[in-house]
């Protein structure tokens, strides 16, 4: 039958005979209000149904428990918080399944990227970290960059098995996951949610084609990362949501950078040199002089030094300081979780300090960039 109705999601017309098509709707739908095509009920019904943040020890069950059945995990990280976001002994719990790594934001990085570099440090991360990848793809999620490419990797893997998808919170996963819902699923059986087994967690279900399902589990909330610990507020100056235009700072030692009053990188001794630093742009950045730095930070945070706004600053744990020294002709980042890295590409060698927040991990890596 024709129906002059239309979703009031999408705008397609509604169409109640073809359910592989769009437009599709139940005829029991049609009596909803707003009307809504199937594709757009499961993606709305998915985003209420995605939002329970468990604590540690329900994900360690939930992880656990996937250990013991047959199953593809796809882990999602995001590459502007690699380390921060990666599950660490992510193989102690999923047993032998296999493992597809989804590096999620890649629109973040400068145009100018060769994806294949990015592509093998990646690799070498995850070595480092002991995780094992069937697969590892490179991903936006939000600019839809390479997601056919996480598709066919899905199909191709997972044979005739359930899909988990993994992560921390903020990866992307929900964003990811409404793509699948959106491009992938086409059955008629809506999103479905059911008991955790040992937990008292529900998990969402994405039916496939074959019976199987993808299950989403909760993301899981790392303390360890500047963006776990600040107000919803700051959070979203700290996720870029365009390309980072990298900050570049010559100085000299005995130099002092802010990054709002997050964090502080101190140039403590080492010849002039140029420091890079992929932050958010919408954080600002303050240079000063070492010796003025603390005199600065006690006037001015919350105020010229922000985020965090004043009224949100007591959330804020104590700086502490982390040294480190960077060796003579290497390519580092330091990482500091959460709000993004400062790349040194270093002739003559740095002794730097940076300043972060407790709790919050502070780390050197090889240069991504
Ligand atoms: P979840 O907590 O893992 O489910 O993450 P969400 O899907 O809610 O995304 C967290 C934040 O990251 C949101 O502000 C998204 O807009 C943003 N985000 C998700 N995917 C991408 C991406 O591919 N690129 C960029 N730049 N931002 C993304």
Same mark, same amino acid.
């Given at each position: ?8 999601? +999408?705008? #397609?017309?509604?169409?109640? *005979? ?18 809504? +095509?199937?594709? +757009?009920?499961r %993606?709305?019904?998915y985003? *209420?149904m ?22 593809l #995990? ?13 599950i660490?002994?992510l193989h102690?719990?999923v ?17 100018a ?14 070595k ?6 069937a ?33 921390a /919170?903020?990866?992307g996963?929900? /964003?990811?996951?409404?793509?699948l ?16 087994p ?13 019976g199987?399902?993808?299950?989403? /589990? @909760?993301?899981?909330? &790392?303390?360890?990362?500047?963006? *776990? ?5 700051d ?6 949501d365009?390309p980072?235009? @990298?900050?570049?700072?010559q100085?000299?030692?005995q ?22 630093? &992929? #932050? ?18 006690? /006037?001015?945070?919350g105020?010229?030094?922000?985020? @965090? ?7 804020? @744990? ?7 020294? %960077? ?8 990482? %500091? ?8 590409n ?12 407790k ?11």
């Amino acid at each position: 039958a024709e129906h002059n109705l239309r979703c009031s999601g +999408c705008g #397609i017309q509604v169409q109640t *005979e073809k359910p592989e098509e769009l437009g599709y709707a139940p005829e029991a739908a049609l009596k909803r209000d707003p009307l809504l +095509c199937q594709r +757009c009920f499961r %993606i709305k019904h998915y985003n *209420e149904m995605s939002s329970v943040t468990p604590d540690q020890d329900e994900f360690l069950k939930i992880l656990s428990g996937i250990g013991s059945t047959d199953a593809l #995990i796809v882990h999602i990280v995001d590459l502007f918080d690699f380390e921060g976001s990666l599950i660490g002994g992510l193989h102690r719990f999923v047993g032998s399944n296999p493992v597809v790594l989804v590096v999620n934001k890649i629109d973040l990085l400068p145009k100018a990227i060769n994806t294949n570099r990015i592509l093998n440090w990646v690799q070498r991360m995850a070595k480092e970290n002991g995780l094992k990848t069937a697969e590892i793809v490179l991903c936006s999620a939000k600019k839809n960059i390479g997601f056919d490419r996480v598709v066919e990797a899905v199909a191709r893997l997972r044979k005739d098995k359930d899909v988990y998808v993994v992560g921390a /919170t903020n990866v992307g996963k929900s /964003t990811l996951i409404n793509r699948l819902i959106r491009d992938y699923s086409d059955l008629e059986s809506e999103l479905t949610v059911s008991p955790y087994p040992g937990t008292t967690l529900d998990l969402v279900q994405i039916p496939l084609d074959d019976g199987r399902f993808i299950i989403d /589990t @909760p993301g899981i909330v &790392y303390k360890h990362r500047l963006t *776990e610990l600040i107000d919803k507020k700051d959070m979203q100056t700290l996720l870029p949501d365009k390309p980072i235009k @990298p900050a570049v700072y010559q100085l000299n030692e005995q130099q002092t950078l802010y990054f709002g009053a997050l964090a502080r990188f101190d140039f403590v001794q080492g010849a002039r040199q140029s420091f890079t630093c &992929y #932050i958010s742009n919408a954080v600002p950045i303050h240079r000063t002089k070492l010796e003025r730095a603390d005199e600065l930070y006690a /006037t001015h945070k919350g105020e010229m030094l922000a985020p @965090p706004h004043k009224d949100r600053l007591e959330l804020l @744990p104590p700086l502490v300081k982390h040294a480190f020294r %960077i060796p003579k002709g290497s390519l580092s980042d330091i990482l %500091i979780s959460g709000l993004g890295w400062i790349a040194i590409n270093s002739d003559a060698g740095a002794q730097v300090v940076v300043h972060a927040p407790k709790g919050v991990k502070v780390a050197v890596r090889s240069s991504l960039i």
